[in-house]
């Protein structure tokens, strides 16, 4: 639910109170509220979201490190990976056959590229791209 | 810090409490939000009339709703942040009034951007200058914040006292003007407005004077304009407009303000506009080019206001000469008395309005026969004979 522009804090009660001062719950609109309601009472989706993208995962490791490339172990949706040159370089390449990699990330920005991950067929597609462009 | 619009009997707040209970399904949730109003004795509509919070009741227009069906009917554009939606956002704001991207900043509501001018633009040594009374978010948020209020007293006829504002101005971050004023429903007329603006730069130019034009849509004294014209020309006048009202989207979280691009960056820095949700900005962008659906609900709300106002005026009781989409009427009584008489038959009117909580009442316009059904009320609450109502 990126687009929709929900998250939360969860403390004890005073500290959330002081929270809600600045109104932060008021910037909340009544169809995200409604999505992440119904979403907190889906926890099998959850599930499902989370088998998806392990799996998804795995595969998207596993291929940067049969290309010879060290993946930092990822508990996340993305990974980050050391690529050894540039992350501008490599997300210019990218970008040029439509696939959009990270920014960079200082002091890191030189080395290492950050990769999200998509479905496990948009991550098949990418991978294409990638050891296109890795190949060289 | 001052009450809020939201500190009603039935407010979002308890909406939001109500459906974080267990995680149970949003419609049941919803209905168990309604049950606690229709627990009240005597609720004879099974739905209370929401005549408090200056809503609008028929919700965004068709066309805006089609948009949502067809940007959202998947759930992929939902996973993904706004940033491009936002930019197109800011473009079609920015055609409307001639003007460019760079003029425009948007937020959750008219709220956050009021909240980020009184942020960028007072601190402990630059008060605010505001109406007493007036729409309440600026001085709340400068009291939250730490900023001086210089509030200023209406004039004899509820309006807001720009003389007496102006004058105040010197040395002041803020000057805010909301009009149409919120909750006294009174207009100042182009030509008074403009005169203040040259009468605060000249007198304090380092002030910044913000306009907000959240009921602009429903205005019909045709003495009235919009400021845009001069917050594009001019650094120091911002005009904050939202989408709350005309266009329906209460729920929906988007408000923006125009300005000089200066003026905006600074509006940015703070609040930035990433805080919109994706469907407030598919049903904005298209709302914004629905000025047919625009002009029916002024119209709509025209005619419902009048029925209203004729209603009051001939059971005994005078309201000022709304430009809005509510009124605020002088019941000679306690606004509290009425509001729980009223309440207990099904209708909620708005909360108090201090100096003025002991004589008037703001009353919010629903549809006609919505008003219709509430003046029913209203006259049985205020012991109105049957051929006054």
Redesign the interface.
Same mark, same amino acid.
């Not at chain 2, 995680?23 to 949003?26: D, I, L, M, Y």
């Not at chain 2, 805080?275 to 407030?280: D, E, F, P």
């Given at each position: 639910m990126a687009g929709l522009r929900v998250g939360y804090a969860i403390g004890q009660a005073r500290t959330m109170e002081a929270f809600n001062r600045w109104a932060i719950t008021f910037n909340q609109n009544s169809l995200s509220v409604a999505a992440a309601v119904a979403s907190l009472a889906d926890p099998a989706h959850i599930e499902a979201e989370r088998a998806r993208n392990t799996e998804v995962r795995a595969f998207t490791t596993g291929f940067f490190q049969k290309l010879g490339y060290r993946v930092l172990p990822s508990d996340t949706n993305f990974v980050l990976v050391e690529l050894g040159r540039p992350a501008k370089e490599f997300r210019e390449a990218c970008a040029k056959e439509k696939v959009l990699v990270g920014r960079d990330f200082p002091p890191l920005e030189k080395t290492h590229a950050r990769v999200s991950l998509g479905t496990l067929d948009e991550m098949k597609r990418a991978n294409h791209v990638f050891t296109a462009i890795l190949g060289k | 810090?001052l009450p809020?619009e939201?500190a009603m009997p039935f407010t979002? /707040?308890t909406f939001?409490k109500t459906? =974080?209970i267990g995680?149970? =399904?949003?419609l049941a949730?919803r209905r168990d939000a309604w049950a606690g109003l229709a627990d009240v004795a005597g609720a004879a509509p099974p739905r209370p009339l929401l005549l408090h919070n200056n809503e609008n009741p028929l919700g965004p227009g068709q066309a805006a709703l089609d948009a949502l069906r067809a940007a959202l009917g998947e759930g992929a554009? #939902?996973? /993904?942040?706004?940033f491009t /939606?936002i930019d197109e956002l800011h473009q079609a704001i920015a055609e409307k009034f001639g003007a460019k991207a760079e003029n425009v900043v948007t937020g959750?509501?008219s709220?956050?951007i009021l909240r980020a001018a009184v942020q960028m633009f007072t601190s402990p040594t630059r008060p605010l200058v505001a109406g007493e009374l007036t729409y309440e978010e600026c001085a709340g948020y400068a009291e939250?914040i730490g900023t001086p209020v210089r509030a200023i007293p209406l004039d004899r006829t509820l309006k807001l006292d720009l003389g007496a504002m102006a004058d105040a101005s010197k040395g002041a971050g803020v000057v805010f003007l909301n009009n149409p004023n919120n909750p006294t429903a009174t207009l100042h007329s182009a030509d008074a407005v403009g005169a203040f603006v040259d009468r605060v730069l000249t007198a304090s130019p380092d002030t910044t004077i913000l306009i907000d034009e959240a009921y602009h849509d429903y205005v019909t004294d045709r003495s009235h304009k919009t400021q845009v014209p001069a917050a594009l020309a001019n650094p120091r006048v911002i005009v904050a407009r939202t989408f709350s009202k005309a266009h329906g989207m209460a729920?929906? /979280?988007v408000g923006y303000a125009l300005g000089h691009p200066e003026t905006i960056q600074k509006l940015e820095s703070w609040e930035g506009s990433n805080?919109?949700?994706? #469907?407030?900005i598919v049903v904005a962008n298209a709302s914004i080019r629905d000025q047919a659906r625009l002009e029916a609900e002024s119209d709509r709300n025209t005619k419902a206001r009048q029925f209203t106002i004729d209603w009051f005026a001939k059971a005994g009781y005078s309201a000022t000469d709304s430009q809005t989409n509510f009124l605020f009427v002088n019941i000679k009584r306690p606004a509290k008395e009425f509001r729980e008489a009223c309440r207990a038959r099904g209708v909620l009117v708005a909360r108090d309005f201090p100096p003025f909580e002991k004589s008037h009442v703001r009353i919010s316009i629903g549809t006609l026969d919505e008003m219709k059904r509430a003046a029913q009320v209203f006259g049985k609450v205020l012991g109105v004979t049957a051929k006054a109502a």
């Open positions: - | 810090m809020k939201s979002r /707040r939001v459906l =974080g995680g149970a =399904g949003v949730a554009p #939902a996973g /993904r942040y706004v /939606r959750c509501g709220t956050q939250l729920g929906m /979280r805080a919109l949700n994706v #469907a407030g």
